[in-house]
C-alpha cells in the first residue's frame, strides 16, 4: 500500500510558477516510478511527467517539456513538480502516481494511466489569464 499526498497548488497569473510536492508513505519510495498527471474539466486525465527511481530518467508530455521540470528527493520520500511559464490551458486538477515496477536497467518511463498502482487525491492548479 503506497499513500500519496499532494500539496502546493493554487491560483497564479499567467506566466507565473508554481512547485508541487507529492509525499509517498507505506513502501520503500526509491524504488517506485513516479508521475504526475492532470485532469482539466471536461477532458480526461492526461499524462504531464514521469520519473525513474533513481531520478536519472524523466519524460515529459510534449505539451509540458521545458516549462516544466519532474524532480524527486529519496531521503525525503518526495517528487516535485516545477511548472514555470504557465497558461490558463494549464489549469487542472493534477494527480501524483506511482508504479510499482523499478524498470531498472532501462530508460523506460512509463507515461500510461494503467502502468500506476496508486494515486493521490490531486491538488487544483488555476492559471489565470
Known amino acids: 500500500q503506497v499513500r500519496l499526498a499532494e500539496s502546493g497548488g493554487g491560483l497564479v497569473q499567467a506566466g507565473g510558477s508554481l512547485r508541487l510536492s507529492c509525499v509517498a508513505s507505506g513502501r520503500t519510495f526509491s524504488s517506485l516510478t513516479m508521475g504526475w498527471f492532470r485532469q482539466a474539466p471536461g477532458k480526461e486525465r492526461e499524462f504531464v511527467a514521469a520519473?525513474?527511481?533513481?531520478?536519472?530518467?524523466?519524460y515529459y508530455a510534449v505539451s509540458v517539456k521545458g516549462r516544466f521540470t519532474i524532480s524527486r528527493d529519496n531521503a525525503k520520500n518526495t517528487v516535485y513538480l516545477q511548472m514555470n511559464s504557465l497558461k490558463p490551458e494549464d489549469t487542472a486538477v493534477y494527480y501524483c502516481?506511482?508504479?510499482?515496477?523499478?524498470?531498472?536497467?532501462?530508460?523506460?518511463?512509463?507515461?500510461?494511466?494503467?502502468?500506476?498502482?496508486?494515486w493521490g487525491q490531486g491538488t487544483q492548479v488555476t492559471v489565470s489569464s
Open positions: 520519473i525513474s527511481w533513481s531520478g536519472m530518467n524523466k
Open positions: 502516481a506511482a508504479d510499482l515496477i523499478t524498470y531498472s536497467g532501462t530508460y523506460y518511463v512509463p507515461e500510461e494511466e494503467y502502468a500506476y498502482d496508486y
